[in-house]
């Protein structure tokens, strides 16, 4: 199983960017499907953007033209680029590492890391 780390997080004013990173540690990081999901309190957590173990990408709607996912196996790490931020993505955003074998799969989350988007 994967362990995984996120950092990058911090005070963004709108229209602004971040660079969030997921570092994996443990396993063999290439056979993972990766994600970005995020989380506001008093919400569920939401998928942001997936990116698959044949680097097949997909986002939510709400960040569709504004983020990229992206990963590097060598480096065991994926990123999400998120640009002209909006006070709506403000969030702890997590990384989440998922891998399916038959029925049955085994998944991991990072431990989170702040976002905020402010003026």
């Known amino acids: 199983q994967v362990q995984l780390v996120e950092s990058g997080g911090g005070l963004v004013q709108p229209g602004g960017s971040l660079r969030l990173s997921c570092v994996g540690s443990?396993?063999?990081?290439?056979?993972?499907?990766m994600a970005w999901y995020r989380q506001v309190p008093g919400k569920e957590r939401e998928v942001v953007a997936g990116i698959s173990e044949t680097s097949v990408t997909n986002y939510a709607d709400s960040v569709k033209g504004r983020f990229t996912i992206s990963r590097d196996n060598d480096k065991k790490a994926v990123y999400l680029q998120m640009n002209s931020l909006k006070s709506e993505d403000t969030a702890v955003y997590y990384c989440?590492?998922?891998?399916?074998?038959?029925?049955?799969?085994?998944?991991?989350w990072g431990q989170g890391t702040q976002v905020t988007v402010s003026s």
């Open positions: 443990g396993s063999i990081f290439a056979i993972y499907d």
């Open positions: 989440y590492a998922k891998k399916t074998y038959g029925v049955g799969y085994v998944d991991s």
